[in-house]
């Protein structure tokens, strides 16, 4: 749980512009129905240049 909380932390400073101009999120969800059952997911990331980060859910 700490590790997750250090990771959204770390993440909304990337976002604010810290170091420099605003970086925008993304986001992503998907919900798949199929012959067994439903699964759900959701991703939110941040890239600017070559450095990137992801955050990934999946139910």
Known sequence: M???LAL???SA???CGADGEPVQ???NS???LSSSG???GTSLGLRQGSF???L???L
């Open 2 to 4: 700490r590790i997750i």
């Open 8 to 10: 959204l932390g770390i």
């Open 13 to 15: 400073l990337v976002a």
């Open 25 to 27: 999120p993304s986001a």
């Open 30 to 32: 998907t919900v798949t």
């Open 38 to 40: 439903m699964q759900a």
């Open 52 to 54: 990137g980060m992801s």
């Open 56 to 58: 990934g859910l999946g």
